[in-house]
């Protein structure tokens, strides 16, 4: 476990902190960088700093946002991990694309968003194929390690499409 962090494990003390998680994708995945913004912490890919900020691969946030409540973050100790998908990756996993909630709403989807220790949609941002979790445990994220895998891939895909 990664030291420093006001996360304690979880009931049973299997549960991953934030911290962990930002550490295994800083320590496993090469070129990506750690960015704070928007109450947010992020993975980006970004070899040399060619771009601004770079290409997303992984996100972690603790608290709500203005557009984003729908899996209640502010409850004590509580955080959402994110990553983006390919379209048929999702599609495969979940059955469908929704469409774009309005501002302040979440995705017409048949799931809770606020359950932990599941690996779901993301609640706003399911229409462009994101999955979350929140609050993994070592277990789901042995599972999810494969999806942010993915997520880098694609982050890779992308960049190299706006490097050009």
């Known amino acids: 476990m990664?030291?420093?962090t006001k996360w304690a494990k979880q009931i049973g003390g299997n549960g991953m902190t934030p911290n962990d998680i930002l550490f295994y994708c800083q320590s496993n995945l090469k070129d990506v960088v750690l960015v704070e913004s928007w109450g947010e912490r992020g993975i980006?890919?970004?070899?040399?700093?060619?771009?601004?900020r770079g290409v997303y691969v992984?996100?972690?946030?603790?608290?709500?946002?203005?557009?984003?409540?729908?899996?209640?973050l502010n409850r004590d100790n509580v955080y959402r991990v994110n990553v983006g998908l390919r379209k048929q990756t999702f599609i495969k996993k979940f059955g469908y694309?929704?469409?774009r909630p309005p501002?302040?709403?979440?995705?017409?989807?048949?799931?809770d968003f606020t359950v932990l220790d599941t690996i779901i949609p993301h609640p706003v941002y399911?229409?462009?194929s994101w999955v979350c979790v929140l609050n993994p445990s070592d277990k789901t994220f042995e599972d999810f390690k494969a999806m942010i895998q993915e997520s880098y891939d694609f982050a890779k895909e992308k960049f190299n499409k706006r490097k050009k």
Do not use: C, Q
């Open 2 to 4: 990664h030291k420093g």
């Open 126 to 128: 399911a229409w462009m």
């Open 103 to 111: 501002a302040g709403k979440i995705v017409k989807m048949d799931y």
């Open 44 to 52: 980006f890919y970004n070899p040399n700093g060619v771009l601004k």
């Open 97 to 99: 694309i929704p469409e």
């Open 58 to 72: 992984l996100t972690v946030k603790e608290r709500d946002g203005d557009n984003d409540k729908g899996s209640m």
